[in-house]
């Protein structure tokens, strides 16, 4: 696959770890992309996302941890699709891991150190500097109309801590835009 390609699936192989698997993390966060064992990084993961979908079956509970990044990151894909900024879907969750990541510790639930770490780590794969202010509304505005909300609020997948995440959790508009901010 070309490069943009591989950094895409890599994302999700970023969030397969963030959410079940802490111990692949630490060995997963020093490496490049070029330096993986793909075979076994691919097997891995369809190995946790088999897991965690065999028991939740009925996407009731463990299995929404799988939406780690994609309510931010959808709405971000969605917002650049027809611009000069398109994104692979990989991309665009990766930002929104990074920002769910973010609004998990603002919330207390994520070790500061646990956020910046997945931060640093992402920004080695992915350029984080997409989103600027006059786009936060329109964003917003993509991301309430996400399947996964609630009662007319926003919802989505945090962690408390690497290894662990915990679905439908609402999150606020002053919360997401802290999020965008982090990015930078």
Known sequence: LP??????????????????????????????????????LIA???????????????ETGARKTLNFGHTIGHAIETFYLNTPKKL??????????????????????????SCEEIKSTILKHFDMQIITSPDYERIISLMKQDKKNSGGNIQCVLLDKIGTAIWDQEISENEIINSFKYLY
Not at 21 to 39: A, F, P
Not at 101 to 111: D, E, M, N, V
């Open 44 to 58: 891995h993961s369809v190995h946790i996302k088999k897991s965690i979908t065999d028991s939740d079956f009925e």
């Open 88 to 113: 692979l879907h990989g991309e665009a969750i990766a930002l929104g891991m990074v920002c769910e990541a973010h609004i998990s510790s603002q919330k207390g639930k994520l070790p500061d150190e």
């Open 3 to 40: 490069q943009n390609e591989r950094r895409s699936g890599f994302a999700e192989v970023l969030k397969h770890h963030l959410i079940s698997d802490e111990k692949g993390w630490v060995q997963l966060k020093g490496k490049s992309i070029d330096d993986m064992n793909w075979n076994e």
